[in-house]
């Protein structure tokens, strides 16, 4: 079947990292996103990961490992604007992608 | 300034009514989506169109339509068949190429009384 796994809810301090983690099972896998929403409004993209590895983009980076079906997303230096969900989604092709229920990180002052 | 719009924010019917949700782009992407986010869950795709004039259904289609009659547009009809209305909808399109990047509207909160 397919499934993506991530955790409910996070909470971490503004100037900190953290590290939002996402597992997944299916049968046909092109590539891994992640994406930000916030409260009441539309997800953004964040990236998008096809092989394994990190890949850095300012203050966030992805990472993937398709033989663990695994990745993460790590977002450094929080502010209180990172206050959001952040939504694992993976491109199963096919015009066929599949969203985790997001994981909503709390940031503290 | 390209993107994606989504009328109206706030939708309120009563029981019974159909419902139609409007979603525009002029980004010129060939493919169009309809989601449905309700809470703890993650997006459920209700209906996707690679093309104009073609649709097809996703995981959830059932009391709901659609139609392609212009690259731009893509409304959805909420229909009195759908059993649980409520929830938050949102419209995304995307280049319909070998990455699936979709970019989203900010999506219409439906409310039935």
């Known amino acids: 079947g397919q499934n993506i796994d991530q955790p409910t809810e996070m909470t971490a301090t503004e100037g900190a990292i953290v590290q939002i983690n996402c597992t997944y099972q299916?049968?046909?896998?092109?590539?891994l996103f992640w994406y930000q929403q916030h409260a009441g409004e539309a997800p953004t993209f964040l990236s998008y990961n096809v092989l394994d590895g990190l890949e850095e983009k300012g203050r966030f980076s992805s990472f993937l490992s398709r033989s663990k079906g695994y990745s993460y997303l790590l977002l450094k230096e929080l502010q209180m604007k990172d206050s959001a969900s952040y939504l694992c989604a993976m491109y199963t092709g096919g015009f066929k992608t599949i969203f985790g229920a997001g994981t909503r990180l709390f940031v503290k002052a | 300034d390209g993107g994606i719009t989504q009328s109206p924010k706030y939708l309120f019917r009563k029981e019974g009514q159909n419902v139609t949700l409007s979603c525009e782009q002029n980004?010129?992407?060939?493919?169009m989506y309809w989601y449905r986010q309700d809470p703890g869950q993650g997006l459920r795709l209700i209906y996707y169109?690679?093309?104009?004039?073609?649709?097809q259904k996703g995981d959830i289609a059932e009391g709901y339509s659609v139609s392609r009659e212009k690259k731009e547009s893509f409304p959805l009809t909420v229909t009195s068949a759908q059993k649980n209305p409520t929830a938050f909808y949102l419209c995304?399109?995307?280049?319909?190429?070998?990455?699936?990047?979709?970019?989203f509207g900010p999506g219409t909160r439906l409310t039935v009384l």
């Open positions: 995304a399109s995307g280049l319909a190429g070998e990455v699936d990047t979709q970019y």
């Open positions: 980004l010129n992407h060939d493919a």
């Open positions: 169109s690679q093309i104009v004039n073609d649709f």
């Open positions: 299916t049968s046909g896998f092109n590539g």
